[in-house]
């Protein structure tokens, strides 16, 4: 069972995370992963605020000063907390900016038709959504591994 | 020396609330680190080319590499050197609980610098601004009455050292890392 102060700790580094990602998103025009894409100036801006708004109702809400043998969190304690919030905040951010810009990622999306390697790399968001993205290299993969195993069987049968 | 810089520092301590209250944020083992491992983060994923984003995601690995070498450095001299915490020989108003280990040299200073540096050594501005919150939250800690300002100065240097240090690793290992940040671009997480 988790802590109050471990929850506490958990959901300011997930949402100072999530604002980070915001505000690199904007900056990079990683349209992919913004929640308002239309608007980069202002998610920075509302990224950064949402950083400081929730690192005061952190230290504002309870006394965070306790010995870190105690209530407190030791450094170990604190890497290993801090991972698991911010990568949820990571996949939190893929998740719910694939659906909300669903129709946008369709529309930018991938000519799979082509049959070429789609993109790799974070750049790609500028253009989709992760799901998107994901997607379309998880088809490809399959396709190119079914035609490798195709043609391996019109060989083998000569 | 040492000690009157504590004891004027220390003096304004409990005299404005607001300031004290910002002051505990500061000197907390929370505010700084975050802060800083989340810019950390945010350098995995910025960059307009692939090159700059390779060699962005390349800083936050030799951040996570010089924290880890700069709090090897600070539990060796800590098992080395004994100091006590100036609260223990000075009559002070000390803004945070009583640690017990020794005070010489500051991990906290460690830690922030080593990050700091990590940064500084490919984006000058950034970098610049997260010196200023290490030494923002070593000046915190001698004006909580914890540590020494020479705690807080050995400790920046050890960072510095490890951020070096730990650049110089990830620079010649870069392309051991290579097949593994590809890995991630494939899944488009980097």
């Given at each position: 069972m988790l802590s109050e102060f471990v929850i506490d700790y958990l959901q300011w580094v997930?949402?100072?995370?999530?604002?980070?990602?915001?505000?690199?998103?904007?900056?990079?025009?990683l349209r992919g992963l913004m929640l308002v894409r239309e608007f980069p100036l202002l998610t920075m801006v509302a990224a950064l605020v949402l950083m400081v708004f929730a690192a005061v109702v952190y230290f504002v809400s309870e006394p965070r000063?306790?010995?870190?043998?105690?209530v407190g969190l030791d450094a170990n304690e604190q890497g290993r907390w801090?991972?698991?919030?911010?990568?949820?905040?990571?996949?939190?951010?893929?998740?719910?900016?694939?659906?909300?810009?669903?129709r946008w990622g369709a529309e930018h999306a991938w000519d799979e038709a082509s049959g070429e390697a789609p993109p790799s790399g974070v750049a790609w968001l500028q253009r989709t959504t992760f799901a998107r993205a994901l997607a379309v290299r998880v088809r490809f993969a399959l396709r190119a591994q079914s035609s490798v195993a195709g043609v391996d069987q019109s060989q083998g049968g000569r | 020396m040492d000690e009157s810089i504590v004891l004027l520092l220390n003096g304004w301590a409990g005299r404005f609330g607001l300031f004290d209250g910002l002051?505990?944020?500061?000197?907390?083992?929370?505010?700084?680190?975050?802060?800083?491992?989340?810019?950390?983060?945010?350098?995995w994923f910025h960059g307009t080319t692939a090159m700059e984003r390779f060699l962005n995601?390349?800083?936050?690995?030799?951040?996570?590499?010089?924290?880890?070498?700069?709090?090897?450095?600070?539990?060796?001299?800590?098992?080395?050197?004994f100091r006590e915490r100036?609260?223990?020989?000075?009559?002070?108003?000390?803004?945070f609980y009583l640690p017990t280990d020794s005070s010489f040299p500051a991990n906290t200073a460690g830690v922030g610098f080593a990050i700091a540096t990590a940064v500084f050594l490919r984006h000058r501005k950034l970098g610049s601004a997260l010196y200023a919150l290490a030494a923002l939250w070593g000046i915190a800690r001698v004006y909580a009455g914890v540590h020494y300002p020479t705690d807080v100065l050995a400790?920046?240097?050890?960072?510095?050292?490890a951020a070096v240090v730990a650049t110089m690793?990830?620079?010649?290992?870069?392309?051991?890392?290579?097949?593994?940040?590809?890995?991630?671009k494939f899944f488009y997480a980097a």
């Amino acid at each position: 069972m988790l802590s109050e102060f471990v929850i506490d700790y958990l959901q300011w580094v997930f949402f100072s995370a999530f604002a980070a990602l915001q505000f690199v998103a904007a900056k990079n025009r990683l349209r992919g992963l913004m929640l308002v894409r239309e608007f980069p100036l202002l998610t920075m801006v509302a990224a950064l605020v949402l950083m400081v708004f929730a690192a005061v109702v952190y230290f504002v809400s309870e006394p965070r000063n306790q010995p870190d043998g105690g209530v407190g969190l030791d450094a170990n304690e604190q890497g290993r907390w801090f991972a698991i919030a911010a990568a949820s905040a990571i996949a939190v951010t893929a998740i719910v900016t694939s659906v909300i810009n669903h129709r946008w990622g369709a529309e930018h999306a991938w000519d799979e038709a082509s049959g070429e390697a789609p993109p790799s790399g974070v750049a790609w968001l500028q253009r989709t959504t992760f799901a998107r993205a994901l997607a379309v290299r998880v088809r490809f993969a399959l396709r190119a591994q079914s035609s490798v195993a195709g043609v391996d069987q019109s060989q083998g049968g000569r | 020396m040492d000690e009157s810089i504590v004891l004027l520092l220390n003096g304004w301590a409990g005299r404005f609330g607001l300031f004290d209250g910002l002051m505990q944020a500061l000197v907390s083992d929370y505010l700084v680190p975050v802060w800083a491992s989340v810019v950390l983060m945010g350098l995995w994923f910025h960059g307009t080319t692939a090159m700059e984003r390779f060699l962005n995601q390349l800083v936050t690995i030799t951040g996570a590499l010089a924290v880890g070498l700069a709090n090897a450095q600070v539990i060796i001299l800590n098992q080395l050197v004994f100091r006590e915490r100036p609260f223990v020989n000075l009559d002070l108003n000390v803004q945070f609980y009583l640690p017990t280990d020794s005070s010489f040299p500051a991990n906290t200073a460690g830690v922030g610098f080593a990050i700091a540096t990590a940064v500084f050594l490919r984006h000058r501005k950034l970098g610049s601004a997260l010196y200023a919150l290490a030494a923002l939250w070593g000046i915190a800690r001698v004006y909580a009455g914890v540590h020494y300002p020479t705690d807080v100065l050995a400790g920046a240097v050890i960072g510095v050292i490890a951020a070096v240090v730990a650049t110089m690793i990830v620079r010649r290992g870069a392309f051991m890392l290579r097949p593994v940040l590809r890995t991630f671009k494939f899944f488009y997480a980097a």
